[in-house]
DNA sequence: CTTTGCATTAACCAAATGGTTAAACTGAAT
DNA sequence: ATTCAGTTTAACCATTTGGTTAATGCAAAG
């Protein structure tokens, strides 16, 4: 009986919440205990420590940045076109995750084995090599400039996630509240996309 | 007598290194002891607390950030050659504290009015609203294209700040070591100078 | 030499925290 | 109705952690 949702979804639902926003030393289990409406015990009977229950949220955090990007990256379609794409994509994708970037490059930082642990139960991280050469050589065809394949990969994704780990910061700096910043974010795909584009086109 | 340095600075700066590696809640007092080598009780004796500590070193991490950008962006130059000096002068700044933004950004999301606190006490944050409307002149006089000033900057600071931030993600995906990486971030200086004025050069 | 004021340390403390346990509850199968 | 398995809870435990205290060290002033 009790809730109706499963407790092992709820448990995960919560930790997801209290994790991705204090973070793994932040997080205590009692307010993941609390958040899911349960007792304590529930989450080790459950899941056997704060780690393991950390590494399943995680790991399926880190999971959904990647195949946001493996499903545009490898599709098949003009550059130009897919760049778009990547761009809408994946800052849609974190409008519905605002706070998961920042939460997976801080962990990521502190335990780096994290990303080793993930290529080695999903390999199905996205195929970067083939993207970056497919750049080499639209270079070559003079479909766009010459450019360091890597460090336009690296603009793209910058512009795409760094506003999201820095929403607080531009919020201060600039003054500008929840609605204004949905909106400079919506403006976003479009801005971005344009100026990529600009940049590396001939 | 003990060591030639100040106590005081001592334990600055075993804070900072504690602090922005594994953040404020990750951070023992013992080890910031440790690192500083000397006693547990010393860190009360000279700071009240865990938050009186971390708020000097995060007040001084954040200065750090935005000082380096006040530095360029109020002066009296071609828009063109500023946005060039920006770029190579942010990224050498953050060459030297790479694990600073990161560190920033993500305290910053936990506690937004720790910005606050900084603008009360040290008013003498960037001038961005000069730089904005620098851009916007600067597209209606046809020297740039018209462009949204805000997303301008952002895409600019993004570029800068994001690879720092996913140093390890970056290294774990492409595979490159250090040596590598300060190569790349190297080459980024110039790269994402050319980038951002071919975008907006009419 | 003694005093004085700051610096330093070891020992200690209370609260918080991750984790455990044994008992109680629940609903289905016998 | 009883049994039985999985679920849930309250109470408890050991360790960690931020913080305190009382005693000691020590160099300069008297």
Redesign the pocket.
């Known amino acids: 009986?009790?809730q109706e949702r499963n407790?092992e979804e709820q448990i995960i639902a919560a930790a997801k919440k209290i994790f991705s926003t204090k973070g793994l030393a932040g997080?205590?289990?009692?307010d993941i205990a609390d958040e899911a409406g349960?007792?304590?015990?529930?989450l080790?009977?459950y899941y056997?420590?704060?780690?393991k229950l950390f590494e399943i949220v995680f790991t399926e955090a880190l999971d959904k940045l990647l195949d946001r990007l493996s499903n545009v990256i490898n599709a098949n379609m003009p550059l130009q076109d897919k760049i778009r794409a990547i761009i809408k994509n994946y800052i849609e994708g974190l409008i519905e995750n605002p706070q998961l970037p920042l939460f997976v490059l801080n962990e990521l930082q502190q335990q780096p084995e994290l990303l080793v642990k993930q290529f080695k139960t999903k390999p199905n991280f996205p195929n970067i090599q083939q993207f970056l050469m497919e750049i080499a050589v639209a270079g070559e065809k003079g479909i766009i400039k010459k450019v360091s394949p890597l460090q336009l990969m690296l603009n793209i994704l910058s512009m795409c996630v760094f506003p999201f780990a820095a929403k607080p910061l531009l919020k201060g700096v600039t003054g500008i509240d929840e609605v204004q910043f949905k909106l400079l974010i919506e403006e976003r795909k479009q801005f971005v996309a344009d100026f990529v584009l600009a940049a590396i086109t001939p």
């Open positions: 009986m009790s407790t997080a205590r289990m009692q349960i007792n304590k015990a529930m080790h009977y056997r420590s704060k780690e």
